[in-house]
Nanobody, 123 residues
């Protein structure tokens, strides 16, 4: 069982930046690809970004491409999401998740989930 704990959320003005972190309990962290998803009130959970086990391959939703950067540090069992040029429509609860599957875009592929961290972007 992998436990994931997100941190770094908060309130920021439009155009600002935040860096989310997700710490994993397992030292087998490097066995998993990691993803970030978000869910806004009244909306379905949506894919944001993913990174493969080595960190050499990354994947982004079109809505965040060029503004968000996912990275990982396997020595620290941590994955990050650097969010720049934030927009009010980025407001959501952000979740990190771990998968051993290959379809990184699908929430159903992920085995383990964190509890989420709130990101609020004011206009």
């Amino acid at each position: 069982q992998v436990q994931l704990v997100e941190s770094g959320g908060g309130l920021v003005q439009a155009g600002g930046s935040l860096r989310l972190s997700c710490a994993a309990s397992e030292r087998t962290f490097s066995n998993y690809a990691m993803g970030w998803f978000r869910q806004a009130p009244g909306k379905e959970r949506e894919f944001v970004a993913a990174i493969n086990w080595s960190g050499r391959s990354t994947y982004y939703a079109d809505s965040v491409k060029g503004r968000f950067t996912i990275s990982r540090d396997n020595a620290k069992n941590t994955v990050y999401l650097q969010m720049n040029s934030l927009k009010p429509e980025d407001t959501a609860v952000y979740y990190c998740a771990a998968t051993g599957g290959v379809n990184y875009y699908a929430a159903g592929e992920y085995y383990y989930w964190g509890q989420g961290t709130q990101v609020t972007v004011s206009s």
